[in-house]
């Protein structure tokens, strides 16, 4: 909007240049997870617990609550933890468009004070809006919007933009240079005051390792949250920890040297019997591949194998196998754009310094005087 009040186009480029930049650092994420969302569960993201239509904002907890908790969100407004906008900051946002509309019929100008802070004050009533259940035709006409699942994020946006209104709001105040200084001193001073009481602990007592990670505080930290990494392959997140890599399902056959990096696994099996079918703990993804003794094998997932892992057959005898997972082609050209861009990025202030230097030369050589004749 300034750029458009002040016909500084000369600035769009730089614009959309940095949205360009933005896009090629986070490529490496952003393009994988949009193409492949259809191989995993994204629909748990916005089913059940998480369907944004139980997690809206009523008026009175966003602008009149005094609440402070420590709980979570839950359906309805009995949530356990706090939304409230800031009395200070929405009554400092109110006082702010009464001052910006008396600006503009003093003025008869729409000056870059009235633009910034009038553009803080529409884009934090708006997110606002968007965290009450009135926006909810927004939503439905919008599905991408379900992905956010908590339409009380939007409040973050709020804060920020109310904060940056209560900025304003002190240089408003502070016209003259000593108020200047004490205004926000002062405003600062006051929010403290008044929301010391939150300013507690909700509870104190020490928590070993061994607590953490045992007992029922363990087995909830690996069942309980999202389950959109699950691949569609798996019925169930696993109700157990891994206790080993391989199990042998059918046949005799004894299993050792595990080792396993992010990407890769292998292991060494000698099978007694005539053949035998191994279970291998880890989620079946496209591009995973199976090498045994060097030849790859075929992967497959039984019907009553619940929680999505992959099984292969082998022979009598032993056996040295090996599994990769391949990147597939949406990941190889994101992580090409994102390299290309993080170089790029990092090496700017040097080839800029260089066509500068360039420019300079160039600049000097049509600017030289000619010789007399």
Do not use: C
């Not at 979570?72 to 906008?85: E, V, W």
């Not at 600062?188 to 300013?199: A, D, G, K």
């Amino acid at each position: 909007l300034i750029f458009v009040r002040q016909k500084k186009w000369y600035r769009l480029p730089h614009l959309v240049g940095s949205g360009i930049l933005a896009l090629g650092l986070a490529a490496f994420f952003t393009i994988p997870a949009l193409i492949e969302q259809k191989y995993v569960q994204v629909d748990t993201l916005i089913s059940g617990y998480y369907n944004y239509s139980g997690h809206f904002v009523s008026l009175s907890q966003m602008l009149l609550s005094r609440f402070w908790g420590y709980g979570g969100s839950i359906f309805g407004t009995g949530d356990g933890m706090a939304f409230p906008i800031g009395h200070f900051h929405w009554i400092a946002s109110i006082l702010v468009i009464l001052y910006l509309f008396y600006r503009y019929v003093k003025t008869k100008k729409l000056d870059k004070f009235i633009l910034v802070v009038g553009l803080m004050v529409v884009i934090g009533w708006a997110a606002a809006f968007m965290a009450h259940s009135r926006s909810t035709f927004i939503w439905l006409r919008i599905p991408i919007l379900a992905f956010f699942q908590f339409p009380w994020r939007f409040l973050t946006i709020t804060t920020f933009a109310f904060s940056f209104i209560a900025g304003a709001l002190a240089l408003v105040i502070g016209k003259k240079k000593k108020i200047l200084f004490i205004a926000p001193a002062l405003l600062l001073l006051s929010i403290v005051i008044w929301n010391w009481e939150f300013f507690r602990i909700e509870r104190r007592g020490p928590v070993s390792d061994e607590e953490k990670f045992s007992g029922e505080a363990w087995r909830i930290q690996q069942t309980a949250g999202i389950y959109d990494y699950l691949p569609k392959t798996a019925k169930m997140a696993p109700q157990a920890q891994r206790q080993k890599m391989v199990d042998v399902i059918e046949g005799v056959a004894s299993v050792e040297d595990e080792n396993q990096g992010t990407n890769w696994a292998s292991f060494r099996t000698n099978v007694e019997s005539k053949k035998t079918l191994v279970r291998i703990g880890i989620f079946y993804f496209p591009n995973w591949r199976v090498f045994v003794d060097g030849a790859e094998v075929g992967i497959f997932i039984p019907e009553e194998e619940a929680w999505g892992r992959m099984h292969i057959e082998l022979s009598g005898g032993s056996h040295q196998v090996y599994l990769k997972l391949d990147n597939t082609p949406a990941r190889d050209v994101s992580n090409m754009i994102s390299l290309v861009t993080w170089v790029g990025l990092l090496t700017f202030p040097f080839w800029k310094r260089k066509v500068g230097v360039l420019k300079s030369r160039h600049g000097g050589i049509l600017r030289a005087p000619r010789p007399h004749q």
